[in-house]
């Protein structure tokens, strides 16, 4: 390891347990000295950001977002880049998001639209078919565009101009701007009828059941982030539980192998073939509690205010900090593997659930 790459680790160290001391000047003075030592890396602004929010200040020199005007659609787009300032404002009558490839991205920056409602702003969101209907049925943002997945995994879409960038958590780094603290959850939630329909479909033979929903795996199953199927096996026997996966490809072929695959829910395999996110937010919303892994899954759970447990890697993705709490998503408690067994820590969830330990 590196000299600078040592010293903002240890920087960032001190800061988050200054935070975790409440001790928010001192926090920032460290985050800012890691945020000079190496700018163009994306989680020492977003603590930078944060750190601000807890204050209550705002630094327009650090909002890492360029926002410019398609005059042909006079609209606005929001572009993004670590070394931009803002150049423009709120101001504007109608903002476009463009969705991030990447799911989890996307939903967990979702509040924008609640944000820009507030402050009397259209919003339109551009993403793909699986994330449309989660996003039509709950009206976060005011209009919906449906676009070709793959453009946005080339950071292209022919429709607007040539330089675009997508939705990315550097928004959070605007929230300052806006308020943070002005976000009401459910910002997700499901249609009573939908429910019904869901239960009729998938979960007629689970009646009476404690179901319990897990996801063990991101977009790549190499990913430090995704965590063994079998690792779960301590939450089949959680007494009168049901599991329900939630788990899309790739990592579902682990479920037909794994030691208590007839822990699931009788109809499972239908469930599975099911892509869009509102079949997942309506699995979600059926369930007592969540365990997932650190990807889409997790963030649409803190978005619908659902007991959930997230599994974090040693190296997990820096905006969950070190914290046992993510400020936006106030019913999920963090669960840090720590060099340790998957298999004791969800041991100890399982007892935290047989016991009726959730928030």
Known sequence: MNQKKQSIQLLNKSAHHALNNQNYPLALNLFKKAYLLDPEEENNLLNVSYTFDKLGQFEPGLIAAQIRSLEYRQKWQIFYGLN???KGSLDSEQIILISDYMYGETICNSYWGQLLRAAGIHSTIYCDKRLAPLYEKNNVFDSVVVVDREL????KYPSFSEE????????YSMTTHCGLRNIHLPIFDCDQQDLKTFHQ??????VGRKLIGINWACSSISSPRSIPLEAFQPLSRIPHSTLVSLQKPPGIDQLSGCSFVDKFIYMQSNLSAQEDFYCTALAIKSCSCIITCDTAVA???GFMGVPTFLLLNSTHDGRWGDRDVYPLYPTVKLRRNNLQSWHMILVDIANEIANGNLI
């Open 84 to 86: 931009r300032l803002w």
């Open 299 to 301: 963030h649409l759970c």
């Open 152 to 155: 946005l995994v080339q950071d």
């Open 201 to 206: 479909s998938f979960l007629s033979r689970e």
């Open 164 to 171: 675009w960038t997508p939705v990315s958590p550097l928004l």
